[in-house]
Structures are given as structure tokens and as C-alpha cells.
């Protein structure tokens, strides 16, 4: 009699705690099924579609550009730094494979001149023949990506050794970033974007 009274408790134990582990199995299986249902949408309001766009890059040169314009070599240094960093962080996912080996063409180019524009404070003529180059991936950059904010392509006939360069500027009225002080109204506008 004792057997049985023991057999039927430990029969009785086994099944509640079947139900037991079967309930918790449950619990967890609609856990994963309802943070499943939840994931996508998630997903989908994160991908909002933002366009690519060079405008932090064409902020950060023409601070570089007005520095140059009041002969701050420091602050040009400072700026160059600066557009380093946001090459850096520019977010390339939004563009097509052709249009990414163009960004990266320019861009490649572009962080060449502003690492050394950044590595010569205190010596403004080299910052001067870096600026030739890099206003020309600035130039080009424009012309391919756009721009919201009305710019303007300058040239000074006498910058580059007699050559004449250009350079972006974002007012109408001429500021030599080649000369500074020296010929602050050297040059013309060439061409309006
Ligand atoms: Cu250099």
C-alpha cells in the first residue's frame, strides 16, 4: 500500500512538472514568434530614405577658403583638419556603384590635399598650391552631386604661378583666397551654381 501511495505522489510530481516545462516552452516559443512579427517593421521606419549629400564637405572648405582669405594659415590648418574627419564619416550606401567610384575618385583626392592643408600651419604658401588642387575636387564635386546653397566658381588669372586657379565661394563679391590681403579683389565669377 505504501508503494503505491509513494508511485502515484511521484507520477503525480512528474506530470505537473511535464505541464510546467510545457507551459514555459510555450512562453518562450510566443516570445520569439512575436519579437519576429516585430523586427521588420522596425527595420522599414529606420530605412527612411535620406538622399547622399556633399554638404558638410562644402561647409567645412569654405571655412577653410575664408581663413585663407585673411591669411589665418592656423585656421586654415584647422579647417583642413577638420574636413578630414568629415571624409570620414560621409556615408557612401546611398550611392549606385558608378556613382560611388566617382565620390571615391574626388574624395580620395580631396583628403590628400586637406591632410596636408592640416599639416602646415604656418606655412601659407604650401596650403595656397594644395587649395589650387583641392578647389578643383570641390569644383567637381558640385558639378556632379549639386548643391543646395548657391555657389559661385571663381578664378584668379594670377594664382598657380601665373596659371590662374579657381575657387568655390558661397557670396557673389570677389575674396581672393590665393592672395588674402595682398589682392583681396583679384579675380572674377565665372560660372553660378
Ligand atoms: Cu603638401
Redesign the pocket.
Known sequence: MKNIILSVLVLSFLLVSCNQKNKQEETVNSETVNSETIKPETATVKVSPTSFSIKEIVTDYLSLKNALTKDDSNGTADSGKALVKTLGKIDMKKLSGEQMKTYMDIADDLKEHAE?IG??AGNIA?QR??FVLMSKDINDLVATFGTDQKLYQDFCPMADEGKGAIWISEVKDIKNPYYGSEMLTCGSVRKEF
Open positions: 596636408h599639416d602646415n604650401h598650391e594644395h
